[in-house]
């Protein structure tokens, strides 16, 4: 699976390491910054070449991080075919039914709020989850229209 990922500076330290653990796992990175930290940046740069890029491949997954995640999820999910659902720690639940039940195609993660190990569990749970279909496949299919 090709995993496009991007962060601004609040994410960018544990992006690297990410970015490292995901391509020990066996997975293809497509890294679109930031590439050095640079506290004056700003997340939009980063986050819509990552929504873009999972936009036009349906079968990759997109992980984006900043410091709560809340404006990179926002900022994705302006884009048609993007669904982008954010998790910033506590219980994994949310990350299981947002790709079971919404067909989340983005993991947006809160790096001041979540540890790099909680990082990892939410994305191994994230692209080990399958979308569930049935009754929801047509509540996906009325928000990719809207």
């Known amino acids: ?6 962060a601004d500076h609040a994410g960018f330290e544990m992006k690297q ?3 490292a653990w995901l391509k020990e796992q066996g997975y293809e990175v497509i890294d679109y910054g930031a590439h050095e930290l640079d506290p004056s940046d700003d997340y939009p740069d980063f986050i819509e070449p990552v929504a873009e890029a999972v936009a036009k491949d349906s079968e990759s997954r997109g992980i984006i991080l ?19 659902a954010e998790y910033y ?4 639940e949310i990350v299981r039914l947002a790709r079971a039940h919404n067909d989340a195609n983005t993991l947006s993660l809160g790096a001041r709020f979540v540890n790099f190990e909680e ?10 989850t399958s979308f569930e279909a049935g009754c929801h496949e047509k509540r996906v299919e009325k928000i990719d229209k809207f």
């Open 119 to 128: 990082a990892q569990k939410a994305i191994e749970l994230f692209l080990t």
């Open 17 to 19: 390491k990410l970015v």
């Open 89 to 92: 720690g506590g219980n994994l």
């Open 66 to 84: 900043g410091g709560s995640g809340q404006g990179e999820a926002m900022d994705a999910n302006r884009l048609a075919h993007v669904r982008a």
């Open 1 to 6: 699976m090709k995993i496009h990922i991007g």
